[in-house]
Every structure is written in structure tokens, then in C-alpha cells.
């Protein structure tokens, strides 16, 4: 069976990717695995906030997270495509590449934010990290803002 990886961040972009995913699983009659990278644990804790406070707000946010892979898995269920969730945490472009290589993915979908030259230039960003490292094709779906979108 063809593998998609698409690689979401629950930002505003994400349900166009679930709907390109969708699209082009259905066209390849592939299962989509749909990976979110979450933050890892922070080694260092503040001050003021004690670790059992951080630890907790980390366990409600990654429990957050997964319940929204379950349910874009569900969206894509509910057109017949075999979805899979993926939540993992640690570095998002190494963590991309690794579970593409690792899940034989013929395609990866990921959306890219447009951020200007001079900050990708300083920072670099996970698309660029991972078009230039990754062995498989990539569909790169843009994020446009409403003001970005002509009437």
C-alpha cells in the first residue's frame, strides 16, 4: 500500500492539508499518516513555575494535541481513507524526516507559513530543513492570509 505523510500544525492551514491528503489518497488509494511534532519536554524549568506545574501543563497540552490528530484521522476515516494519527515530540524537522523515512512515505504534505527572507535567512525553517534533506516528494501548500486572498 502507497504511504502519505502529511505533517500538520494545527494552525490555520491544517484542514487544507487534511483535504489535499485526502485527495490525493483517494486518487493513489494510499493510507495517510498524519504527524504532528510537539514541543519536547523542557530541560530547564523557571523560576516560579515548579516542575509538577510544568508537567502538568505539558501532559494537557500533548493530551489536546492528540485529540486533534484523532480527530483529523476521523475526518479522513469518514471518507473512506485509511488515516493513522502520529504524535511525537522532539526537533519538527529532524522528527519529519525521520518518521518519512521511517514509514516509507511516497509523498510528504506540509504547508509552509512565508515567513520573510531575513527570518528564514537567521532562524531557517522546517520546510527548508526538510526539502533539503528529504528522499521523497513533497507537496508544499502555501499559507495564505485573508488579506493575502483577491475578492
Given amino acids: ?4 505523510v502529511v505533517a500538520v500544525d494545527f494552525s490555520n492551514i ?20 498524519i504527524i504532528h511534532v510537539a514541543a519536547p519536554d523542557p530541560e530547564f524549568v523557571g523560576y516560579k513555575v ?20 484523532e480527530q483529523l484521522a476521523e475526518r479522513l476515516k469518514e471518507l473512506g481513507i485509511d488515516a493513522i494519527p502520529l504524535l511525537i515530540q522532539g526537533a519538527t524537522a529532524e522528527l519529519i524526516l525521520i ?3 521511517r514509514l516509507e512515505a511516497g509523498l510528504l504534505i506540509m504547508g509552509t507559513h ?16 526538510v526539502i533539503k534533506h528529504i528522499s521523497c516528494p513533497v507537496l508544499l501548500i502555501p499559507y495564505k492570509k485573508k488579506s493575502d486572498i483577491s475578492e
Fill in 50 to 69: 515548579g516542575p509538577i506545574y510544568e508537567r502538568e501543563f505539558r501532559a494537557s497540552e500533548l493530551k489536546k494535541e492528540k485529540k486533534e490528530l
Fill in 99 to 101: 518518521e518519512t523515512q
Fill in 14 to 33: 491544517t484542514s487544507t492539508l487534511i483535504d489535499k491528503a485526502a485527495e490525493m489518497a483517494a486518487c493513489q488509494k494510499a493510507r495517510v499518516y
Fill in 114 to 129: 512565508g515567513h520573510g527572507i531575513a527570518i528564514t535567512a537567521l532562524l531557517g525553517n522546517t520546510t527548508n530543513q
Fill in 1 to 4: 500500500m502507497k504511504t502519505i
